[in-house]
């Protein structure tokens, strides 16, 4: 008699156990989900702010087009991507096109001290920031989630359940080296 | 240690503390009902009369506490650097947008308040804001939110709710040696010896009480700590804002005692270094602090 009571007491403490596993690994998808949109908002306002951008330089910068097309490819890339390494890519495409584009700038004086592009440009550049923590929060969650899958017991019944690892946010390696800059 | 397991420490420590607690009033509980002979029922009285008190007081915390230190709150066309600050690294904590105070005072200090993350409050003074670079004030504002995000207000007032029992149980408990004293009940020596630790326990509970909650508010301040280093990842920027705002020599004009636990770094800056002293700070002494950031 004892010694049914006592696995009673271990088939509850397992299903417990499980439970709370299944629990967490639920909890966590919904809290991915749910950076990776908050990074959508951030990528959302910097998409909207460029082609006000681009009219405010092209009233400086008419011949510049090269540049214009190449910030406008990289938008629309933006806006197509699906899946979080397409988005990281397409995202450090049009932090690149940028980049140039307001090295660009610095040729024209005019377009300088204008106030509307230089509101544009702090706006982007918090953006650009805030981009960064959101991923900083979805990386971290990420973490979490597969952290619980890769360990043992967790992982082997997250696993049961049909939880996958999630990607990082992250772009690929070969777009980490440092920009070559010719003179 | 990592901050990962600085993190784990702390908030095992803090749960530690808070189970010792519930010992410490369960005992009493069991002295001052076998001396009086009342049983429980007066401790059920006490609970109920320190729970309403204590509800109200952690529902309006935040507006007291603002009103008291003249906070004003701030749009984001005041301050952009500072609400910037706010807005960055609440993403990065996956936190809803706190409301954003300033107080109009030169000594650099920061609170948070507000009982859950959708009530929060981010407070810093004009000193703050103007004396740390940016990378100092983010390090604050993200201990800052990290009180926030570890419910450290929350637990603080569970703690706060805890004290205020204990002191109320041993008030009840002198109160009813004086009217029951001379009704002459058969009291037995076993009640006699009850009598005197519960007189012992009524005039010492307090003290101790009050002591236990201060080393759970020092606790948080080191997982704050740590929390908020993980949101910028960078000790340093933390590390030297503290040194910075410790070698300010200027107290806090809005800050009192009753306030005091609450911001990034005492404000009232108190000269007495005693050991017997520093069990009654709020905050841990800021060079073990900064020698922790150090060796993340």
């Known amino acids: ?183 | 240690m990592n901050i990962y397991s600085q993190i784990n420490s702390n908030k095992l420590k803090t749960w530690i503390i808070i189970v010792l607690f519930i010992v410490f009033i369960t005992t009493i509980l069991y002295v001052y009902g076998k001396a009086t002979g009342y049983g429980l029922s007066f401790a059920g009285i006490a609970l109920i009369i320190s729970g309403i008190i204590s509800f109200v007081s952690y529902y309006y915390s935040d507006k007291m506490i603002l009103g008291m230190s003249g906070a004003k709150q701030i749009k984001k066309s005041d301050n952009p650097k500072f609400f910037r600050v706010v807005e960055n690294l609440s993403i990065a904590a996956g936190l809803p947008m706190p409301k954003v105070y300033i107080i109009n005072d030169s000594a650099p200090n920061a609170f948070a308040t507000g009982r859950d993350p959708k009530h929060a409050v981010i407070c810093a003074t004009t000193g703050l804001i103007d004396k740390l670079t940016d990378i100092e004030l983010e390090g604050v504002i993200a201990h800052e939110l990290s009180h926030i995000k570890n419910f450290d207000i929350r637990v603080m007032s569970i703690v706060s709710i805890l004290v205020g029992l204990v002191a109320l149980l041993a008030d009840f408990f002198m109160r009813s040696m004086w009217y029951s004293g001379d009704s002459d009940r058969n009291k037995g020596s076993g009640q006699t010896i009850f009598l005197a630790i519960g007189i012992a326990l009524a005039i010492l509970s307090p003290i101790i009480a009050t002591l236990i909650q201060l080393s759970v508010s020092r606790k948080r301040e080191f997982l704050a700590d740590a929390s908020g280093v993980l949101l910028t990842r960078y000790p340093e920027g933390l590390a030297s804002a503290l040194e910075k705002i410790s070698s300010d020599k200027e107290p806090l004009e809005a800050a009192n005692n009753a306030t005091a636990h609450l911001y990034i770094s005492s404000p009232l800056k108190n000269i007495k270094k005693h050991w017997f002293s520093s069990l009654f700070n709020t905050h841990p002494p800021i060079q073990e602090r900064i020698k922790i950031l150090r060796s993340m």
């Open chain 1, 1 to 183: 008699m004892d010694f049914s009571l006592i696995l009673i007491g271990v088939a509850v403490l397992t299903a417990l156990y499980i439970w709370s596993v299944y629990n967490g690994l639920a909890t966590n998808k919904v809290r991915i989900r749910e950076a990776l949109s908050g990074i959508d908002v951030q990528f959302k306002r910097r998409v909207d702010l460029i082609p006000n951008l681009i009219e405010t330089v092209k009233g400086y910068a008419k011949h510049e087009k090269g540049i214009f097309e190449n910030v406008t490819k990289a938008r629309s890339q933006l806006l197509k991507a699906e899946t979080p390494h397409d988005k990281a890519q397409s995202d450090n495409m049009l932090t690149g096109a940028l980049k140039t584009l307001f090295a660009i700038s610095e040729n024209y004086p005019t377009l300088r001290a204008s106030e509307n592009f230089k509101a544009l440009q702090e706006e982007l550049e918090d953006t650009e920031n805030k981009i960064a923590y959101s991923r900083q929060f979805y990386n971290t969650n990420v973490k979490d989630y597969n952290t619980t899958l890769a360990n043992f017991p967790s992982g082997f019944f997250g696993r049961l359940f049909g939880f996958a690892p999630e990607e990082f946010f992250e772009a690929d390696n070969a777009e980490k080296k440092p920009i070559k800059v010719a003179f």
